[in-house]
């Protein structure tokens, strides 16, 4: 599985910016993709997941309510809709997918494959 991530880029605080990650390979039902991000000399942090067949979504506290994920199923392709960003949100942020083995989402440990990475930089 490769993933390809898109859509990052320079944003006002207060503004909004739409992050899609591109899968090719196969993605099982029973897949989590999910989004993390790292900004400068903080460790990589978890965002926001999605399970591939039942869409339950999960999010970490700082992105509740301005954050959205979503999956398109025929696009293979998971979209992160962030809204209201703030200085906090600048990071580089990373799509990743694991093989459907595992229950977790929030740990790096749990993912398989990884996207390169798109630059968020909230300007205030």
């Known amino acids: 599985v490769q993933l390809q991530a898109s859509g990052g880029g320079l944003v006002q605080a207060g503004g909004s910016l739409r992050l899609s990650c591109a899968a090719s390979?196969?993605?099982?039902?029973?897949?989590?993709m999910g989004w993390f991000r790292q900004a400068p000399g903080n460790e990589r942090e978890f965002v926001a997941a999605?399970?591939?067949?039942?869409?339950?979504?999960y999010y970490a506290d700082p992105v509740k309510g301005r954050f959205t994920i979503s999956r398109d199923n025929v696009r293979q392709t998971v979209n992160l809709q962030m809204s209201n960003l703030n200085a906090e949100d600048t990071a580089v942020y990373y799509c990743?997918?694991?093989?459907?083995?595992?229950?977790?989402?929030?740990?790096?440990?749990?993912?398989?494959?990884w996207g390169q990475g798109t630059l968020v930089t909230v300007s205030s």
């Open positions: 990743a997918v694991n093989k459907g083995r595992t229950s977790g989402y929030a740990q790096g440990s749990d993912y398989a494959y």
């Open positions: 390979g196969r993605i099982f039902s029973s897949a989590v």
């Open positions: 999605i399970r591939w067949g039942a869409r339950t979504t």
